[in-house]
């Protein structure tokens, strides 16, 4: 079962602990403008993105650019102040740019990039060209639809032997772009490829126990479902602790776009896992294989991405003790992984490890656990907001 709330921090500290963010997030802005910040943080500051796929220093590459604008336009919910959404704004060219001349595309977390960069600008601020340019990110990922298979392959061009018919975990998180191109187009097309792509995740990347494989491979002519490996995790056999908070936020995600039960049951099996596995303070190690005295890292951003999807499982469940662990979760986080809005750190976490094989981020900041963490606070703030991940992009009236 999963583990029951520890105690809490006090209402004001909670109030603090979004204030401190922002403080941290206005630096952010200040030290990078309209440039990019690297994945990850080096002694709390993030350097400058290096220049790579023909793009020079701080330019739009790889797959977390979009952790940027997205808090962005969380922190103008949250504050309702014009500021951060007319901040948050002026990266919708950059995103549009990118899709217009391919640079570093041909990979499945397009939707990560335009769910947070554009389908936000579009909900806030009605913007046609945030609008077109995310479609068009939709349209590229449909390209890496495996049909035998039913899955969008992550990585790689379709041709690369090393990469054909893999998935991984993560890619629950990018099948919202698709929904939300439907629910824009009338097009059912890409609402189909998301539902059975989620299917398949949910079929064969999840285990009996509810832990799951982080990628997963299938015979691209046949569709016969092959074997789980790992990237990131400890093993193959292991559970890899972002993998799983993906598990546990992508399958409640998909269930509320397609009302499938057996999504949202896969949710909640990963739920438990997840929070079975947690040591006392309640932040995973990297891998959920590790406990308390392994002498092994944390990592902060799972737990935030939990935060979120524990929060939606709850609401989705009528079951209490997920708002409960989530709430936890956030306290522990807040009050011993953020950066307090101290300066000069740029993150609002603490460590996080990207990949710790590869010896990148480890013990470090970095984007995605920043997002989330500001998600939940948000998610905190206001229990009735509703995520860009959601139903229901279309423009909103009175939204700052």
């Known amino acids: ?97 990118r899709m217009a001349r391919r640079v570093h595309i041909d990979h499945h977390d397009l939707g990560f990039l335009y769910s947070l960069a554009c389908v936000p600008a579009w909900r806030h601020r009605a913007d046609a060209v945030a609008r077109a340019a995310a479609i068009a990110a939709a349209d590229h990922l449909m390209t890496r639809l495996l049909p035998a298979a039913g899955i969008i392959q992550s990585w790689g061009d379709l041709s690369d032997e090393s990469q054909q018919g893999r998935a991984i975990i993560d890619s629950l998180m990018n099948m919202p772009l698709l929904h939300w191109a439907s629910e824009a187009t009338g097009d059912a097309r890409y609402r189909e490829a998301a539902t059975r792509h989620a299917r398949a995740m949910r079929d064969h990347i999840m285990r009996e126990d509810g832990s799951t494989f982080h990628t997963f491979y299938w015979d691209v002519r046949t569709g016969e479902p092959l074997r789980g490996a790992t990237a990131q995790g400890y093993s193959d056999n292991s559970c890899w602790a972002r993998g799983q908070a993906w598990a546990v936020y992508g399958f409640v995600l998909n269930h509320l776009h397609t009302g499938e039960p057996g999504l949202l049951e896969a949710a909640v099996r990963a739920a438990d896992y997840f929070l079975d596995h947690l040591p006392a303070d309640l932040v995973p190690y990297w891998d959920l294989i590790f406990t308390d005295g392994s002498g092994q890292e944390r990592d902060s951003s799972a737990g935030a991405i939990a935060v979120c999807g524990l929060l939606e499982i709850a609401a989705a469940t009528g079951e209490e003790r997920y708002r409960e662990a989530a709430h936890s979760i956030l306290d522990s986080l807040a009050t011993s992984y953020s950066t307090r809005g101290e300066a000069p750190a740029t993150c609002l976490l603490r460590h996080g490890v990207y990949f710790k094989a590869g010896g990148r981020g480890v013990d470090e900041g970095n984007l995605w656990g920043d997002y989330y963490y500001l998600e939940a606070l948000l998610r905190r703030q206001d229990p009735a907001w509703t995520s860009y991940w959601h139903p229901g992009q279309a423009p909103m009236e009175g939204r700052a």
């Open 1 to 97: 079962m999963p583990k029951q709330a520890t105690e809490t921090i006090d209402p004001l500290s909670r109030q603090r602990a979004a204030g401190d963010a922002l403080a941290t997030l206005r630096r952010l802005v200040e030290t990078f403008g309209t440039r990019y910040p690297d994945d990850c943080t080096v002694d709390d500051r993030y350097p400058l993105r290096e220049a790579q796929f023909g793009e020079p220093e701080g330019g739009n590459t790889e797959w977390t650019t979009s952790f940027y604008p997205g808090m962005l336009w969380l922190a103008g919910e949250m504050t309702g102040d014009a500021w951060w959404h007319d901040e948050a704004q002026r990266h919708v060219a950059s995103f549009a740019d």
